[in-house]
């Protein structure tokens, strides 16, 4: 089911222009650009309250929930500017999914849950669906450990299965980019090693964005780093750059855990 | 004994232990005496209930009483049969609850899910002084104003019936099952949520695919309750329904409940310790007993759906 798109002569998936976010008036990025290449995992990394969350929900506009919150700039997505006010914001999360902190399945059986896209898009051909949640659980690694219970509440999963039944239900609707934030932060070092190994495998069939508290996990997965710092980005480049060689004081002492 | 209160420093100033424990242990009592009157207080209604019945059964036997189709202990030829005024009993609170449940859920939804917060803060009061109206002006109302309507479509529709009065308890009944409802789909964690709405779920389907079913045993709490009240609400339909025991299915006709019948007949002075006394309290278990079937039903449904998260 997922595979790859086969339009993407262009090496960015998406650009961030001079993007600007508000809380409130409470302004929390400041000029961002930053360019996304297609099939390659980006990290976002950098201390607590520099932004990094708030950036990555910009991408699938989960702010549009809110009242109060206001973007300025654009982000493009295959050249189309997805923050534009005639952009319907449930439109780009059909094509951004996102995979949350804390592993969140619905209070549903496994099978459900990753049929959720599914069916909120009106798709209700039982051997079509069948055949998705199969195709996304194994592509989350996931198939063989559920295979015979298909129909259990997703509670009864464990933390690492319940993240990579995330994935899945991410999956299921065939996004062209995924966002994870802090995917593994709740997991312990086994759950947290598949999840990595899981993410550096889906970029074959999808663009990803990954916002990080661990270096080594960012220098473990990602091809590009980009180090934001009190709402801005300082700098961004390919990952082995960012932690041998990086062009910023700043980046060079959070990489070498002098702060954050 | 003595190293037990030695100090281990001579900084930290306390209370004696032994003044210490005294104390925790008088707090301890009093909410022990406090939970238990409560406690107390429902196996001594129980008690005196099945006490009374115990002495109505000795003289009606329990089959009859089940299956007998007439209720006319104050006649000549008195009948024992308690099934119409569990059948007034069921018909109105059917009634009732098909448009408290319905409305209630709705009003829940859009109070916890669309409406602003400012919208909320107005409305969520306003709903919950139905509730606080007092029921006999319900009665009034259904009897003096929502047959009279009800009877324009509806001309055959007697002065007294349990549409009117199923109708009315509805209402009352709505704000019991929105507000409780919306504490418990409020209380749906939010990542829930945002995870619906990353999947490109709209906030409709968000509510009733995600939210509903995780708040699932809080709700079907709120319809219990609805429920209870509905089994066990008395001046409403002794005003509006009538005090005429009849067996029928018909909300549109006149029928006693077995609320109605008892505030009916405590009405009129019946001697103490007379058969037609101690009917008042065989009604009374019959009315305990259904609101504890429901109860246990409710506690088994949620158990069944309880949702973690
Ligand atoms: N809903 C909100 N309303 C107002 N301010 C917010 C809101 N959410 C976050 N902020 C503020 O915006 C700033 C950036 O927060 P954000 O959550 O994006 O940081 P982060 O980099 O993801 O941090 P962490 O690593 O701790 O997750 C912080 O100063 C935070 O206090
Ligand atoms: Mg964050």
Redesign the pocket.
Known sequence: MVENHPSQASKFKCEVKNLNFY??S?R?LKDINLSVFSHQVTA?I????????????CFNRMHDL?P??RYTGEIELDKINILAPWIDPIEVRMRIGMVF?KPNPFPKSIYENVAYGLRVRGQSQRSAIDETVEQALRNAALWDEVKDRLYDLAFNLSGGQQQRLCIARALATNPEMILF??PTSALDPIATASIEELITQLKEKVTILI?T?SMQQAARISDRTAF?YL?EIIEFDRTQTIFSDPTHRKTQDYVNGRFG | MSEKYLKLSPTIHLAPRIIRNLRERIVELLLLGAAISSIATTIGILGILIYESFSFFQQVSIIKFLTDTEWSPLFENPRYGVVPLVSGTLVTTVVALSLAIPLGTIAAIYLSEFASPKLREIAKPCLEILAGIPTVVYGYFAYLFVTPLLQIPLPDLPGSNMLSAGLVMGIMIIPYVSSISEDAMRAVPVHLREGSYAMGATRLQTALRVVFPAAISGISAAYILGISRAVGETMIVAIAAGLQPILTWNPMEEAATITAYIVGVTQGDLPHGSLEYQTIFAAGLVLVLMTLVFNILGHFLTKRYREVY
């Open positions: 809380y409130g409470v929390v976002l950098g201390p607590s309250g520099c932004g990094k969350t708030t950036l990555l929900r809110y109060g919150n902190q934030d802090e916002v508290h934001m709402g």
